[in-house]
């Protein structure tokens, strides 16, 4: 049973310091999907990569977060510095674009993220 | 742009009554639609999907759901619900066309007492 596999599951660092998370998309799958879930957002797009190209960020702070995918089988997302506002659960879900659609999205068990 | 409504932020019921949550949508390209369900503490799984051909589709857990093309909606519906079905349900649609982003909607949090 193929998964998103997700790490760390939990992260508790300090103000100011480099955080990076990582993602194990499902083999196969084109699409790569960044998110953050806050209770007062809800479900974010911070990024989007198809055939490992980033097509979209738009969603990401730009000066402090960055998102690579080195390889297929791996995806990074970076914040540096962290600050207290990030403090959220990232989600990375991957999937398949067929024609022109995007279909269903498999989703990681997320990166819980608490900045002091 | 395609957009998602989830018109209920928050639904209680009893265990073993009915339920029915609610998703509009609007776009003007063909659409495939997704409800995802997100248990406590984990990530967004699919419930069920529709791509084409009939529009009531079931999913898993006894869930169902509608694709009503008039009225842009796709709502979800179990005839009778369980105490472990208390999650967050997400309905999400991708526009066709080359716009390949999911938009999701904001969440109704279903909560299933005893």
């Known amino acids: 049973d193929a998964r998103v596999t997700q790490t760390p599951r939990h992260k508790v660092t300090e103000m100011g310091q480099e955080v990076t998370m990582r993602c194990q998309p499902i083999l196969g799958h084109n699409t790569v999907f960044w998110y953050r879930q806050t209770m007062m957002q809800g479900l974010e797009l911070l990024a989007y990569?198809?055939?490992?190209?980033?097509?979209?960020d738009s969603g990401m702070p730009k000066d402090r977060f960055s998102a690579e995918m080195p390889d297929a089988t791996l995806a990074t997302l970076k914040i540096q510095p962290s600050e207290p506002r990030d403090s959220a659960v990232y989600f990375c879900a991957s999937g398949l674009v067929r024609g022109q659609f995007q279909e269903t999205q498999y989703f990681g068990p997320g990166t819980r993220l608490l900045v002091l | 742009a395609q957009s998602v409504t989830q018109l209920d932020s928050q639904v209680p019921v009893f265990e073993e009554a009915p339920v029915e949550l609610r998703c509009n949508y609007s776009?003007?390209?063909?659409?495939?639609l997704f409800w995802y369900v997100q248990y406590p503490n984990q990530g967004l799984q699919l419930l069920l999907k529709?791509?084409?051909?009939?529009?009531l589709v079931k999913g898993i857990n006894g869930f169902e759901a509608e694709f009503n093309k008039s009225q842009t909606s796709f709502h979800l519906r179990k005839p009778s619900v369980h105490i472990s079905d208390t999650a967050e349900y997400f309905c999400a649609v991708t526009a066709g066309g080359g716009s390949y982003i999911p938009t999701f909607g904001r969440g109704t949090s279903l909560i299933v007492h005893p």
């Open positions: 990569f198809r055939n490992r190209a980033p097509l979209d």
């Open positions: 776009s003007s390209v063909s659409v495939y």
């Open positions: 529709y791509l084409s051909g009939s529009t």
